[in-house]
């Protein structure tokens, strides 16, 4: 079977869709799936930044093709003409195209091209981000916010609607997503969670679990400027408005008192300068560390000498979990974050393996991280039952999901499904 997947970015940028994206091209090729990954080069969305890296990689069954990215129009939607050009040429040669991100116009034309080529297009959204950006985010009456929300209400209505249509399946990441859906495309509209390789946790047991000694982590401590008496809140994500580091910051300001280091991983962001402008405001620059991003066993290294991982971002309100809550549930870690609504999955069950606080409520971080650093027996406690909890969320079991709707789509034309392995 030979299937195409259509990204807005891919490794070595860093991102929930970049992870996802990439770790299912592999396990698809270890299964036998010949893969076509086309992507952009851009890095950054704001500031727009892109690398300078081969068009073309070949590995075995996958194969990579990135396409200059001109730019993003309102910030979030990648101008690439030569990516849906290819995709003229190119489309007959593939059984099933998977685009994934929502709200993506490459991805919008790329669903009308297959079904002109009358090809099985499956969505998978990865969270509907610009819905909750127009409406809860970019709400000031700015001049840039006002042509967002503008051109967003235009491409809405006269694009994404039209293209939700063409879709033959559309897979949300979480039961969230649902309600943000048109109506009309509920039907063919499924729920499969994201999920991480635990086998990388697994693998790495000495970096992350703390089987092996404390050498690693007292060296990564005095190496970055930590006592060993100090506890580690790690924040792994973007910098940007939506994912809740501003109030994260002023929480930290309020318990000043303990010894603790707040860790920020994250990319570069235009953001960024806010972020030390606020830090310096709050007088606070003693107790956070930003370390820029970082990946493979460096993440898993800092997942290891974590005390506490927190993740305070809007988006979980509506479309939990993102990558960086399973990867902390992975690594047995206690976890903060946003109190989703109820009738959404979560790996973080509320004084079980984390505090779930309801968004922006400075009071509330500042009580569960105060209760975490000084409680170890209760980080221990929680640590267990994410150990326990991160098996539900292998994800193994999420690849085995998009085969399953790939062979749904073909119907008789391929070998019934075997499953890559069990979960």
Same mark, same amino acid.
């Given at each position: 079977?030979?299937?195409?997947?259509?990204?807005?970015?891919?490794?070595?940028?860093?991102?929930?869709?970049?992870?996802?994206?990439?770790?299912?091209?592999?396990?698809?090729?270890?299964?036998?799936?010949?893969?076509?990954?086309?992507?952009?080069?851009?890095?950054?969305?704001?500031?727009?930044?892109?690398?300078?890296?081969?068009?073309?990689?070949?590995?075995?069954?996958?194969?990579?093709?990135?396409?200059?990215?001109?730019?993003?129009?309102?910030?979030?939607?990648?101008?690439?003409?030569?990516?849906?050009?290819?995709?003229?040429?190119?489309?007959?040669?593939?059984?099933?195209?998977?685009?994934?991100?929502?709200?993506?116009?490459?991805?919008?034309?790329?669903?009308?091209?297959?079904?002109?080529?009358?090809?099985?297009?499956?969505?998978?959204?990865?969270?509907?981000?610009?819905?909750?950006?127009?409406?809860?985010?970019?709400?000031?009456?700015?001049?840039?916010?006002?042509?967002?929300?503008?051109?967003?209400?235009?491409?809405?209505?006269?694009?994404?609607?039209?293209?939700?249509?063409?879709?033959?399946?559309?897979?949300?990441?979480?039961?969230?997503?649902?309600?943000?859906?048109?109506?009309?495309?509920?039907?063919?509209?499924?729920?499969?969670?994201?999920?991480?390789?635990?086998?990388?946790?697994?693998?790495?047991?000495?970096?992350?679990?703390?089987?092996?000694?404390?050498?690693?982590?007292?060296?990564?401590?005095?190496?970055?400027?930590?006592?060993?008496?100090?506890?580690?809140?790690?924040?792994?994500?973007?910098?940007?408005?939506?994912?809740?580091?501003?109030?994260? /910051? #002023? $929480?930290?300001?309020?318990? *000043?008192? @303990?010894?603790? !280091?707040?860790?920020?991983? %994250?990319? =570069?962001? &235009?953001?960024?300068?806010?972020?030390?402008?606020?830090?310096?405001?709050?007088?606070?620059?003693?107790?956070?560390?930003?370390?820029?991003?970082?990946?493979?066993?460096?993440?898993?290294?800092?997942?290891?000498?974590?005390?506490?991982?927190?993740?305070?971002?809007?988006?979980?309100?509506?479309?939990?979990?993102?990558?960086?809550?399973?990867?902390?549930?992975?690594?047995?870690?206690?976890?903060?974050?946003?109190?989703?609504?109820?009738?959404?999955?979560?790996?973080?069950?509320?004084?079980?393996?984390?505090?779930?606080?309801?968004?922006?409520?400075?009071?509330?971080?500042?009580?569960? /991280? #105060? $209760?975490?650093?000084?409680? *170890?027996? @209760?980080?221990? !406690?929680?640590?267990?039952? %994410?150990? =326990?909890? &991160?098996?539900?969320?292998?994800?193994?079991?999420?690849?085995?999901?998009?085969?399953?709707?790939?062979?749904?789509?073909?119907?008789?034309?391929?070998?019934?499904?075997?499953?890559?392995?069990?979960?």
């Amino acid at each position: 079977m030979n299937i195409l997947i259509v990204s807005p970015r891919y490794p070595p940028s860093i991102g929930g869709i970049e992870y996802m994206v990439s770790r299912l091209a592999l396990y698809l090729v270890e299964y036998g799936f010949n893969v076509t990954i086309i992507t952009t080069n851009a890095v950054n969305q704001r500031p727009f930044t892109r690398f300078r890296c081969i068009e073309e990689s070949r590995c075995g069954r996958l194969r990579v093709l990135r396409f200059p990215c001109i730019g993003f129009i309102t910030g979030y939607i990648p101008i690439t003409p030569k990516l849906f050009l290819w995709c003229i040429k190119n489309m007959r040669k593939y059984d099933v195209v998977h685009v994934h991100g929502y709200g993506f116009i490459t991805s919008d034309l790329i669903a009308l091209l297959s079904s002109l080529f009358r090809k099985p297009v499956i969505l998978t959204t990865h969270g509907i981000s610009q819905e909750v950006l127009a409406n809860y985010i970019y709400t000031s009456l700015s001049i840039a916010n006002i042509v967002r929300k503008i051109f967003y209400i235009i491409y809405k209505k006269f694009i994404l609607a039209f293209s939700l249509r063409v879709y033959s399946k559309i897979i949300v990441v979480s039961r969230g997503e649902i309600a943000m859906l048109p109506k009309s495309v509920i039907s063919k509209t499924i729920y499969i969670h994201n999920g991480v390789d635990l086998e990388e946790f697994e693998v790495n047991d000495t970096y992350v679990r703390g089987n092996g000694n404390n050498n690693e982590e007292s060296s990564w401590k005095k190496v970055n400027g930590i006592s060993n008496e100090e506890y580690v809140v790690l924040y792994m994500g973007r910098l940007d408005h939506g994912k809740g580091v501003d109030f994260l /910051l #002023k $929480t930290i300001s309020k318990i *000043k008192e @303990l010894s603790f !280091k707040l860790v920020i991983v %994250s990319p =570069k962001s &235009a953001y960024e300068h806010e972020v030390m402008k606020i830090i310096d405001e709050l007088n606070i620059r003693d107790h956070v560390l930003l370390t820029g991003p970082k990946i493979g066993l460096e993440k898993l290294r800092l997942l290891k000498v974590a005390d506490i991982v927190v993740v305070p971002s809007i988006y979980e309100l509506f479309y939990p979990p993102e990558i960086s809550v399973i990867e902390g549930v992975a690594a047995g870690k206690p976890i903060v974050t946003i109190k989703t609504f109820k009738h959404i999955d979560t790996p973080v069950r509320n004084n079980l393996n984390g505090f779930l606080v309801k968004y922006s409520d400075i009071d509330g971080f500042m009580k569960a /991280l #105060k $209760t975490l650093i000084e409680n *170890k027996d @209760l980080r221990e !406690k929680f640590s267990k039952n %994410s150990f =326990k909890i &991160a098996k539900q969320y292998s994800l193994i079991y999420t690849v085995n999901k998009y085969i399953e709707v790939y062979h749904e789509l073909l119907g008789n034309h391929f070998a019934p499904i075997t499953h890559i392995r069990s979960t």
